[in-house]
Nanobody
Framework: QVQPVESGGGSVESGGSLRLSCVAR????????SAWFRQAPGKEREGVAQ???????TYADSVEGRFTISQDNARNTLYLQMNSLKPEDTAMYYC?????????????????????WGQGTQVTVYS
């Protein structure tokens, strides 16, 4: 199959940390844009973080300074390190990838830039 596969979600206390992983099954994380989106119940999907083919990153204002997106080409894996978590970070988090060598928009992240989507991993932050 060709799809991102997320893992690492769970429940943490406010102020805690969590690292999400996204294994690129059937494709490579290099040479394309990758991103994390999230969606809470009753809210629209929100772009969280993006990394393009050159390694440039983009973050939503709400997570700037707390979250870090990165990728390990050797492991073909995308990561989202989440620190200083807040209850408002609670959401289903989705990994997404653009077509190979496609460009991607800056902030705000555009979901239409992304062709491949994972099934999501739940993150819950308790106060």
């Amino acid at each position: 199959q060709v799809q991102p596969v997320e893992s690492g979600g769970g429940s943490v206390e406010s102020g805690g940390s969590l690292r999400l992983s996204c294994v690129a099954r059937g494709y490579t994380v290099s040479g394309r844009c990758s991103a994390w989106f999230r969606q809470a119940p009753g809210k629209e999907r929100e772009g969280v973080a993006q990394i393009d083919s050159r390694g440039s990153t983009t973050y939503a204002d709400s997570v700037e300074g707390r979250f870090t997106i990165s990728q390990d080409n050797a492991r073909n894996t995308l990561y989202l390190q989440m620190n200083s978590l807040k209850p408002e970070d609670t959401a289903m988090y989705y990994c997404a990838a653009s077509a190979w060598y496609s460009s991607c928009s800056g902030s705000p992240l555009n979901s239409r830039d992304y062709a491949l989507w994972g099934q999501g991993t739940q993150v819950t932050v308790y106060s």
